[in-house]
């Protein structure tokens, strides 16, 4: 999904209170009805529609998966690559520490102001601040940025303190790289009030006011680019999963977006409801993975890591618990991602060889009882996870491993902890295992990479990537400065296969992101680059 930070924001989130006001905008139409939806969201936007969101500023957790729709950033990440955005062109120097960008012309804020390398300077100053200690939990760059310069009206320097590959990419995020109106900030950089009544924003939406209970957006009429097919959309805010199938199912939203929010149980039923159409990514955004504490003496045994992996059946899972909805994973991070088409062997199952090098480690099962041991000890493998509602199938996806390696003679043990339990055993080194999630897009896979390293800690439960080799996190860090891309995929290359051929991580599945609807007013939706977000001005209506 995410990252340990991530993790953290959402534990501290309160659910939100509603707040009324009265509608701004009139939504006027000519020539047919006003086309309007209404969508769900777990938390509401009392503090605001700031689009960086960290525990200093507020809680503001719910503009995260919607914020594309009022805000844009320099360059956008599609299919792979980063394609133009706020920005038509840049260009990097030969030493990767300058990137002057070239500007779109004639581009306006909601609010009525230009956009010009003026405010990109003054969002790029501000942006540091208001991260604060978190300046490196939302990618590197923020942290790396060390002046920015206009060099006219519509182009910009940005010169970095070292170069870094992954600064593009980095410049896709909407928190924190979303650009906002000058007006958004007080004289001293901090958010001014004016972003808890207004989305300041340049993209195709901004909002409205409140309307029959929920948060009401309609058309930006200072948008720069193709005219959206929805005039009016409308967020209701609804926690439980199982009040969104309720509220589809009764007309009240008509949208659900989000593995998050819809569990593959629920997503296999309304595909076979017509009234409602399914669509799966094609974008692999998530890995779901298991992972060793490397530490551990058990665990240091390469046997016992090849083992566990060859034990479980990926293909049985994916079919049978995900409804063939995630795919069976080979490596940590799925080859659509920049740099990771790496030549990756498949991991067989394969209970033979899995018995077969337990042996050769000299487990065995002396008692009889199905499980092997050595020296009095039983191959016993403690595993932590987030267990509960909104981790889809975790629980059921770790009884089935469980029943895997019990063929072969490990048991697993399971640990259920609830999200604050999970990150208090990590940060502990807690655990035998961690089953968990790569971060994801827009994260992946610098931020994924960047993780293996010893030092900095982190993420404990991804350390244990290059752990095997003395210079492991040298490897990383001459990949975070290389600026020749042949060099960047032979490192890459590098990295992935080693981490494969160690077995340093247990891959299960690839996880792409779902989408139900009512086909009664929506004809079709197209997944945003970061298919994690709704994208209102995607969906095609009737």
């Given at each position: 999904?995410?990252k340990?930070?991530?993790?953290?924001?959402?534990?501290?989130?309160?659910?939100?209170?509603?707040?009324?006001?009265?509608?701004?905008?009139?939504?006027?139409?000519?020539?047919?009805?006003?086309?309007?939806?209404?969508?769900?969201?777990?938390?509401?936007?009392?503090?605001?529609?700031?689009?960086?969101?960290?525990?200093?500023?507020?809680?503001?957790?719910?503009i995260?998966?919607?914020?594309?729709?009022f805000?844009?950033?320099?360059?956008?990440?599609?299919?792979?690559?980063?394609?133009?955005?706020?920005?038509?062109?840049?260009?990097?120097s030969?030493?990767g520490?300058?990137?002057?960008?070239?500007?779109?012309?004639?581009?306006?804020?909601?609010?009525?102001?230009?956009?010009?390398?003026?405010?990109?300077?003054?969002?790029l100053?501000?942006?540091?601040?208001?991260?604060?200690?978190?300046?490196s939990?939302?990618?590197?760059?923020?942290?790396?940025?060390?002046?920015?310069?206009?060099?006219?009206?519509?182009?910009?320097?940005?010169?970095?303190?070292?170069?870094?590959?992954?600064?593009?990419?980095?410049?896709?995020?909407?928190?924190?790289?979303a650009?906002?109106?000058?007006?958004?900030?007080?004289?001293?950089?901090?958010?001014?009030?004016?972003?808890?009544?207004?989305?300041?924003?340049?993209?195709?939406?901004?909002?409205?006011?409140?309307?029959?209970?929920?948060?009401?957006?309609?058309?930006?009429?200072?948008?720069?680019?193709?005219?959206?097919?929805?005039?009016?959309?409308?967020?209701?805010?609804?926690?439980?999963?199982?009040?969104k199938?309720?509220?589809?199912?009764?007309?009240?939203?008509?949208?659900?977006?989000?593995?998050?929010?819809?569990?593959?149980?629920?997503?296999?039923?309304?595909?076979?409801?017509?009234?409602?159409?399914?669509?799966?990514?094609?974008?692999?955004f998530?890995?779901?993975?298991?992972s060793?504490?490397?530490?551990?003496?058990?665990?240091?045994?390469?046997?016992?890591?090849?083992?566990?992996?060859?034990?479980?059946?990926?293909?049985?899972?994916?079919?049978?618990?995900?409804?063939?909805?995630?795919?069976?994973?080979?490596?940590?991070?799925?080859?659509?991602?920049?740099?990771?088409?790496?030549d990756?062997?498949?991991?067989?199952?394969?209970?033979?060889t899995?018995?077969?090098?337990?042996?050769?480690?000299?487990?065995?099962?002396?008692?009889?009882?199905?499980?092997?041991?050595?020296?009095?000890?039983?191959?016993?493998?403690?595993?932590?996870?987030?267990?509960?509602?909104?981790?889809?199938?975790?629980?059921?996806?770790?009884?089935?491993?469980?029943?895997?390696?019990?063929?072969?003679?490990?048991?697993?043990?399971?640990?259920?902890?609830?999200?604050?339990?999970?990150?208090?055993?990590?940060?502990?080194?807690n655990?035998?295992?961690?089953?968990?999630?790569?971060?994801?897009?827009?994260?992946?896979?610098?931020?994924?990479?960047?993780?293996?390293?010893?030092?900095?800690?982190?993420?404990?439960?991804?350390?244990?990537?290059?752990?095997?080799?003395?210079?492991?996190?040298?490897?990383?860090?001459?990949?975070?400065?290389?600026?020749?891309?042949?060099?960047?995929?032979?490192?890459?290359?590098?990295?992935?296969?080693?981490?494969?051929?160690?077995?340093?991580?247990?891959?299960?599945?690839?996880?792409?992101?779902?989408?139900?609807?009512?086909?009664?007013?929506?004809?079709?939706?197209?997944?945003?680059?970061?298919?994690?977000?709704i994208?209102?001005a995607?969906?095609?209506?009737?």
């Amino acid at each position: 999904m995410k990252k340990l930070l991530v993790l953290l924001i959402a534990i501290i989130m309160v659910l939100s209170i509603v707040t009324g006001c009265g509608s701004k905008t009139q939504v006027n139409k000519t020539n047919g009805d006003v086309k309007e939806i209404t969508i769900s969201n777990d938390w509401g936007f009392e503090e605001g529609f700031m689009p960086i969101s960290t525990p200093e500023i507020s809680s503001n957790y719910g503009i995260l998966y919607l914020a594309n729709n009022f805000y844009e950033t320099l360059v956008n990440y599609e299919n792979g690559e980063v394609v133009p955005g706020l920005a038509e062109d840049w260009e990097v120097s030969e030493d990767g520490m300058k990137y002057t960008f070239k500007l779109k012309e004639g581009v306006k804020f909601s609010d009525g102001e230009d956009f010009n390398a003026d405010v990109v300077k003054l969002n790029l100053e501000n942006i540091p601040a208001l991260l604060g200690r978190y300046i490196s939990g939302f990618g590197m760059s923020a942290a790396l940025i060390e002046e920015v310069t206009v060099v006219d009206e519509y182009t910009i320097d940005i010169r970095l303190s070292i170069p870094y590959y992954g600064f593009l990419q980095d410049m896709t995020f909407l928190n924190p790289m979303a650009m906002v109106s000058p007006n958004a900030y007080n004289e001293d950089g901090t958010y001014s009030d004016a972003t808890k009544a207004e989305t300041l924003g340049t993209g195709p939406y901004m909002y409205d006011g409140n309307s029959d209970g929920s948060y009401r957006f309609v058309k930006n009429p200072s948008y720069h680019g193709e005219e959206p097919e929805v005039d009016v959309f409308n967020i209701k805010i609804i926690p439980t999963n199982e009040a969104k199938y309720l509220a589809l199912r009764s007309g009240e939203i008509d949208m659900i977006l989000g593995k998050e929010n819809i569990s593959h149980d629920v997503f296999n039923e309304f595909s076979k409801n017509k009234k409602y159409k399914t669509k799966i990514s094609d974008q692999v955004f998530q890995t779901r993975y298991m992972s060793f504490n490397y530490t551990s003496e058990l665990l240091k045994d390469i046997n016992i890591r090849k083992a566990l992996s060859m034990s479980i059946d990926r293909k049985s899972i994916c079919d049978n618990l995900f409804y063939g909805i995630e795919s069976p994973a080979s490596s940590i991070l799925h080859s659509s991602l920049p740099y990771c088409n790496v030549d990756i062997e498949e991991i067989p199952y394969d209970v033979e060889t899995a018995k077969q090098l337990l042996k050769e480690s000299n487990w065995i099962d002396s008692d009889g009882d199905g499980i092997r041991d050595k020296d009095g000890k039983k191959l016993e493998i403690k595993v932590s996870y987030i267990s509960g509602a909104g981790v889809a199938k975790m629980d059921d996806l770790l009884l089935a491993i469980q029943t895997y390696t019990r063929e072969v003679g490990i048991d697993i043990v399971l640990e259920p902890r609830d999200m604050m339990g999970f990150i208090n055993d990590l940060m502990a080194m807690n655990f035998d295992m961690v089953c968990k999630t790569t971060n994801g897009l827009p994260y992946d896979p610098m931020s994924s990479i960047n993780n293996i390293r010893k030092d900095p800690l982190m993420d404990p439960g991804a350390v244990n990537g290059l752990a095997h080799l003395e210079n492991g996190d040298e490897i990383i860090n001459n990949l975070m400065i290389m600026t020749n891309t042949e060099d960047i995929q032979s490192q890459f290359d590098l990295i992935l296969t080693e981490i494969s051929s160690n077995y340093s991580f247990i891959p299960i599945s690839y996880m792409s992101e779902l989408v139900v609807f009512d086909t009664e007013k929506i004809q079709d939706y197209s997944f945003y680059g970061f298919p994690t977000n709704i994208s209102i001005a995607d969906i095609d209506m009737k």
